[in-house]
Nanobody
Framework: QVQLVESGGGLVQAGGSLRLSCAAS????????MGWFRQGPGKEREFVAAISWSGDRTYYADSVKGRFTISRDNAKNTVYLQMNSLKPEDTAVYYCAADFLGTSYDRIASYDYWGQGTQVTVSS
């Protein structure tokens, strides 16, 4: 079992930055691919970024590439999402998720555990 708790969301002006954190419980955190997803108002949940268990591979949605950076610290059981140059369209609830098998990093169905989400609001 893995429990995930996100933090770091808030209200920011367009062009600003936020760093989200996701703290995981459980001894096997370092074996999971970790992902960030988001769900905007009236929209479906979508893939944002993912990182392999070792941290040597990262993946991004085209909409955030070059602006967001995912990283992890296995010693702290934490995954991060650094978000720069934020836009109003980045407004969403952001969720972190853990995928034990590390198969399809951008598919919601691949992930075994989910956090409760943290709200990010970007004002224009």
């Amino acid at each position: 079992q893995v429990q995930l708790v996100e933090s770091g969301g808030g209200l920011v002006q367009a062009g600003g930055s936020l760093r989200l954190s996701c703290a995981a419980s459980g001894r096997t955190f370092s074996t999971y691919t970790m992902g960030w997803f988001r769900q905007g108002p009236g929209k479906e949940r979508e893939f944002v970024a993912a990182i392999s268990w070792s941290g040597d591979r990262t993946y991004y949605a085209d909409s955030v590439k070059g602006r967001f950076t995912i990283s992890r610290d296995n010693a702290k059981n934490t995954v991060y999402l650094q978000m720069n140059s934020l836009k109003p369209e980045d407004t969403a609830v952001y969720y972190c998720a853990a995928d034990f098998l590390g198969t399809s990093y951008d598919r919601i169905a691949s992930y075994d555990y989910w956090g409760q989400g943290t709200q990010v609001t970007v004002s224009s």
